[in-house]
């Protein structure tokens, strides 16, 4: 894999989330790519119970690029431990059940389209929670360089000319101390984990 880019795209007023994929999915065809199927991305969160002492919260997630791994990140105070795993690690989390409960009204996914356009892979997401719309995430990554401080300035360019001039596009947070470390499938896992733990904070529903 490559390096990747989360980009929140705003909804506007008055519209759905599926009129924005539908436009998205227009302009990005005309540029001459080709669908490849569906993608996916969820997010379950365990909260740990009283008698752990400190209250700790383990995220698993999942991405269909990688189907094979299940992806964990524990938060513990300032400092997020991630572990890769296979899929016995859900069944783990369920073994656990005496010390994590699972807050299952915050389980969150992006999905939607897959495109591949030359040298770039791009995913158009819609984002719900609880079946609730929350939002559209666009993840776009270029494949032949595993290097963000190299290729971060094509990445921009190409996702300024596709969402257009009046949406802002800045390097991920996560990325930020990492630009010229080596990309791996765990950075675009931080990347959804703080794109859904934002959406999680907004009230609110949004047409879908």
């Known amino acids: 894999m490559g390096v990747t880019v989360l980009q929140q795209y705003p909804v506007p007023e008055h519209k759905t989330g599926?009129?924005?994929?539908?436009?998205?999915?227009?302009?990005?065809?005309a540029l001459g790519a080709t669908q490849q199927g569906q993608f996916l991305v969820d997010c379950e969160?365990?909260?740990?119970l009283p008698q752990m002492g400190s209250t700790k919260t383990v995220h698993i997630l999942h991405n269909s690029?990688?189907?094979?791994s299940v992806f964990s990140i524990l938060e513990s105070g300032t400092k997020n431990i991630h572990v890769i795993a296979d899929g016995l690690f859900d069944l783990l989390m369920m073994k656990l059940s005496q010390h994590y409960t699972s807050k299952k009204q915050t389980k969150i996914e992006s999905k939607g389209p897959?495109?591949?356009?030359?040298?770039?892979?791009?995913?158009?997401?819609?984002?719900?929670?609880?079946?609730?719309?929350?939002?559209?995430l666009i993840e776009v990554e270029y494949r032949p360089c595993v290097m963000a401080n190299a290729v971060?300035?094509?990445?921009?360019?190409?996702?300024?000319?596709?969402?257009?001039?009046?949406i802002t596009v800045q390097p991920p947070q996560h990325?930020?101390?990492?630009?010229?470390?080596?990309?791996?499938?765990?950075?675009?896992?931080?990347?959804?984990?703080?794109?859904f733990s934002a959406y999680r904070k907004v009230t609110g529903l949004r047409s879908a």
């Open 18 to 29: 599926t009129y924005v994929i539908e436009l998205l999915t227009k302009r990005i065809l």
């Open 152 to 166: 971060w300035g094509l990445l921009r360019e190409f996702l300024q000319g596709l969402l257009g001039p009046s």
């Open 175 to 195: 990325l930020l101390s990492r630009m010229n470390e080596i990309y791996a499938p765990i950075d675009t896992i931080y990347q959804y984990l703080e794109h």
């Open 45 to 48: 969160s365990y909260l740990s």
């Open 114 to 136: 897959r495109f591949e356009l030359g040298d770039f892979c791009v995913k158009f997401g819609s984002v719900t929670m609880n079946q609730n719309f929350k939002g559209i």
């Open 65 to 68: 690029e990688q189907p094979a």
